[in-house]
């Protein structure tokens, strides 16, 4: 754990975020959020619905901008960036996890894989070669020509965290990956994560509602009404 904790990969300083600002309707979401994430720590972000966490995961994913305060993920300062840069990093510097997959319907795994390296510019025989390595480390080689429809929850999931990684991101954001799976394939996809973090020294950020689930990673930030109310080591390292 302490050999983790050498370089900050995500730095949130006082991250206010304000909805309907200037209206009478106005809503703060976050209060005031200042939280590290060190490279290849694997870590949970609890808390209820309405708490806040899906707010904050937008912000970190760089899906929404904060209202005030200082992010800076990967040495690189949110503040001082153009649009067309945070689209460059939400491509290359971050892995997204959905619980919904979202993957392309009417594209088969491999192609549903290759997709961020596309946008990258990655020449073909590059991608393809790529997203077959992905494909088959997290066991779906077999299932590469398959469509989303023709596969399990839990063989999708899957091809959504092979693609996440397609681009060598600095951090996989999983937003409730095991949400809509059953337990025992849940439980497929967490080795998984644990696998990456620990083979791959993947740096994983997982939002969930789920206590027995955080307690699988290596600190746990509990997360309500918009305020970080503590944290403590997980208990799988314990």
Do not use: C
């Amino acid at each position: 754990m302490a050999q983790k904790q050498d370089t900050s990969i995500l730095h949130l300083s006082n991250i206010i975020k304000r909805f309907y600002i200037g209206k009478p309707n106005e809503l703060q979401i976050l209060n005031g959020i200042n939280l590290d994430v060190y490279e290849g720590e694997f870590v949970s972000i609890v808390g209820a619905s309405g708490s806040g966490k899906t707010t904050l995961m937008n912000v970190i994913g760089l899906l929404d901008r904060p209202t005030e305060g200082k992010y800076i993920i990967d040495g690189v300062d949110i503040d001082e960036a153009t649009d067309k840069e945070l689209s460059y990093i939400r491509n290359q510097k971050i892995g997204f996890v959905f619980q919904t997959y979202n993957l392309v319907s009417k594209t088969n795994a491999i192609k549903n894989v290759e997709l961020p390296m596309l946008y990258a510019g990655v020449p073909r025989k590059e991608r393809t070669n790529r997203a077959q390595e992905l494909l088959e480390l997290v066991g779906m080689g077999e299932r590469m020509k398959h469509l989303p429809e023709e596969l399990s929850g839990g063989q999708k999931q899957r091809v959504a965290i092979a693609r996440s990684m397609a681009n060598d991101p600095a951090i996989i954001l999983a937003d409730e990956p095991t949400g809509a799976l059953d337990s025992k394939t849940g439980r497929v996809v967490m080795d998984l994560f644990h696998k990456l973090n620990r083979e791959q020294g993947k740096t994983i950020l997982l939002i969930t509602h789920s206590n027995e689930l955080a307690d699988e990673t290596d600190r746990i930030i509990t997360i309500k009404d918009g305020n970080i109310m503590g944290e403590k080591a997980g208990g799988w390292n314990l």
